[in-house]
T-cell receptor, first 111, second 116 residues
Framework: AQSVSQHNHHVILSEAASLELGCNYS??????LFWYVQYPGQHLQLLLK??????LVKGIKGFEAEFIKSKFSFNLRKPSVQWSDTAEYFC?????????FGTGTRLKVLA | DAGITQSPRHKVTETGTPVTLRCHQT?????MYWYRQDPGHGLRLIHY???????DKGEVSDGYSVSRSKTEDFLLTLESATSSQTSVYFC???????????????FGNGTRLTVT
């Protein structure tokens, strides 16, 4: 069955620390992958997307993600987090137009 | 932000009553989705639509039905609401006017539904 899994449910970091959130997917064939962010009380916003091509994808707010096909992974990274990055992060994937989300990772950044 | 309006934004209803949530888009996108968000479960796909009158089930479709009679409107109906359907419901849209596949989802602001 198609699935998307996120390993870290809660992450606490200090400002300026580096961030890496794990995401693994289980799909056959071509897969579209996304990372979304949800700030408290708000809807989900797209951080970055991967459809094909360069496996290193850069998104908004300094985030990037690397698609590693051999590991079925699409981990999100940021070199130096800020207090304003406190939010919940969701990985999503799918083929064509049907997308499945992971359970999310709550990130808290301490000032 | 994408032109997506969900209504109502908040609703409290009693067990056993029917409830309809509405999603309206002004982007002329082909694909529309209903997700529910619950702590520890992330977002789970309820139903989606790939065109007018074309819908399909998602991961958690039991107890829900949908209809899409116009490109811009996608309705989610709980035929007989239960307490387990207390959740935040998000509508999303995807795709260009040409129906390109692989487009990201854009979300509405959500509807908080409480079933007592």
């Amino acid at each position: 069955a198609q699935s998307v899994s996120q390993h870290n449910h809660h992450v606490i970091l200090s400002e300026a620390a580096s961030l890496e959130l794990g995401c693994n997917y289980s799909y056959g064939g071509t897969v579209n992958l996304f990372w979304y962010v949800q700030y408290p009380g708000q809807h989900l916003q797209l951080l970055l997307k991967y459809f094909s091509g360069d496996p290193l994808v850069k998104g908004i707010k300094g985030f990037e993600a690397e698609f590693i096909k051999s590991k079925f992974s699409f981990n999100l990274r940021k070199p130096s987090v800020q207090w304003s990055d406190t939010a919940e992060y969701f990985c999503a994937g799918g083929t064509t137009y049907k997308y499945i989300f992971g359970t999310g990772t709550r990130l808290k950044v301490l000032a | 932000d994408a032109g997506i309006t969900q209504s109502p934004r908040h609703k409290v209803t009693e067990t056993g009553t029917p409830v309809t949530l509405r999603c309206h888009q002004t982007e002329n996108h082909r694909y529309m989705y209903w997700y529910r968000q619950d702590p520890g479960h992330g977002l789970r796909l309820i139903h989606y639509s790939y065109g007018v009158k074309d819908t399909d089930k998602g991961e958690v479709s039991d107890g829900y039905s949908v209809s899409r009679s116009k490109t811009e409107d996608f309705l989610l109906t709980l035929e007989s609401a239960t307490s387990s359907q207390t959740s935040v419901y998000f509508c999303a849209i995807s795709g260009s006017t040409s129906g390109a596949q692989g487009s990201p989802l854009h979300f509405g602001n959500g509807t908080r539904l409480t079933v007592t």
